[in-house]
């Protein structure tokens, strides 16, 4: 029996909501499984300002580095909007846990059912299919973190900020490694989006993620696109791309524009791996819905917690090696959908079901 070590973060809003719809679905496909799983659950976003002071409590920071992955909820909401950027729940909270763990890899499926195709704002003909693309996204270089990073106060009185990109060969090659292992298990298409007709980064991306692909993945098919060309192409016809590798502050855009192509973000998960290999071997993770709080319906028994449910299924892939337990929670939740069940956010009028109704359902659909 192999035992499941990781720490629940469940946030504000609806996180706690949905977490907990998500821990029993995973209790109970460790039993057909044969795994158990351990957790523990600590404060972080607001929950930690306002029980810790802190977005990222010194104790939840500690727990999570006993643990094998992070299960994240999500977190902030118009009590901690007022705060400084800096100590915003989701900055403080989000952009040290990634560094800490060396979370480098951040994962995002963007997929749309058939079946809920009418939820995106593009046009019928476009989406009927479905939309199953995945944004590969490089999350601990780049802009977000290079050095210097300040406001300073000149002579003249005015005031002048920078931000640096910066990248090196080896964080363009690692990402492109788990680029090539998703595309082997995709279409093997792969799209990396650059700004090389601009930016000295994106050249040396450029470079870097051809020569690697060409050396090591030849099978592969890569292509090439500017970034702004990627955002116009996504609208326009987002199933031209299977997977998109991108770097940080583009990654973070194109994945936003991604999310709402496919309608709903209460359908969304993501995965951001690490360096470090946990316990298992396999790489540590946080994994976490796309969406956000929802602070209007939280506590009412609304929220949409397949997002969540999806989330913990990739955990289970990616941090525990569990395949099969992963696809038995993904067909639940596409079989609950094509059964009918919606939660209001993705109901368009018809009648819904609750959290707790939708976890229900697909708890009974594991089998
Ligand atoms: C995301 C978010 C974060 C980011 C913010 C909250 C720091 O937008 O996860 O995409 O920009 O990476
Ligand atoms: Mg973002």
Redesign the pocket.
């Known amino acids: 029996m192999m035992t499941l070590n990781f720490s629940t973060l469940p946030g504000d809003g609806i996180g706690p909501e949905v977490m907990g719809t998500a821990l029993e679905i995973l209790r109970q496909v460790g039993e057909s499984h044969d795994f158990v799983i351990e957790t523990s659950s600590h404060d972080v976003g607001g929950a930690g300002i306002d029980n810790h002071g802190d977005a990222l409590p010194v104790s939840t920071l500690e727990a999570c580095r006993e643990a094998d992955a992070i299960l994240f909820g999500s977190v902030g909401g118009p009590k901690w909007e007022n705060l400084p950027p800096k100590e915003q729940p989701?900055?403080a909270a989000?952009?040290p846990l990634r560094k800490e763990f060396s979370l480098y890899a951040n994962l995002r499926p963007g997929n749309l059912f058939p079946e809920l195709s009418d939820l995106s704002p593009l046009r019928h003909e476009t989406v009927a299919n479905g939309i199953d693309v995945l944004c590969v996204r490089e999350?601990t270089g780049g802009v977000?973190f290079g050095q210097p990073k300040e406001t300073r106060d000149l002579e003249s009185g005015e005031q002048e900020a920078i931000d640096t990109m910066i990248y090196r060969s080896s964080e363009i090659e690692r990402i492109t490694d788990i680029a090539i292992t998703a595309a082997r298990l995709r279409s093997g298409r792969i799209c990396s989006v650059d700004k090389a007709n601009v930016l000295e980064t994106s050249v040396l991306w450029r470079k870097v993620v051809s020569e690697k692909v060409a050396r090591e993945a030849p099978e592969l098919e890569l292509s090439h696109m500017y970034v702004d060309n990627a955002a116009m192409q996504l609208v326009r016809d987002p199933c031209q791309f299977d997977l998109i590798l991108t770097e940080?502050m583009f990654g973070?855009i194109l994945?936003?524009e991604l999310a709402v192509i496919c309608g709903s973000l209460g359908m969304l998960a993501s995965a951001s791996l690490g360096v470090r290999k946990n316990g298992h071997g396999h790489p540590f993770g946080l994994y976490e819905p796309a969406g956000g709080t929802a602070p209007d319906i939280a506590g009412k028994n609304l929220a949409n917690p397949c997002a969540q449910v999806l989330s913990a299924a990739l955990m289970l892939r990616y941090s525990f090696g569990l395949e099969e337990a992963a696809a038995r929670i993904e067909n639940a939740v596409e079989r609950s959908i094509r059964d009918g069940l919606r939660t209001i956010d993705v109901a368009q009028g018809a009648p819904s079901v609750g959290t707790r109704e939708m976890g229900q359902a697909i708890l009974e659909r594991l089998d």
Do not use: M
């Open positions: 989701e900055r989000l952009l999350l977000y940080n973070d994945s936003d």
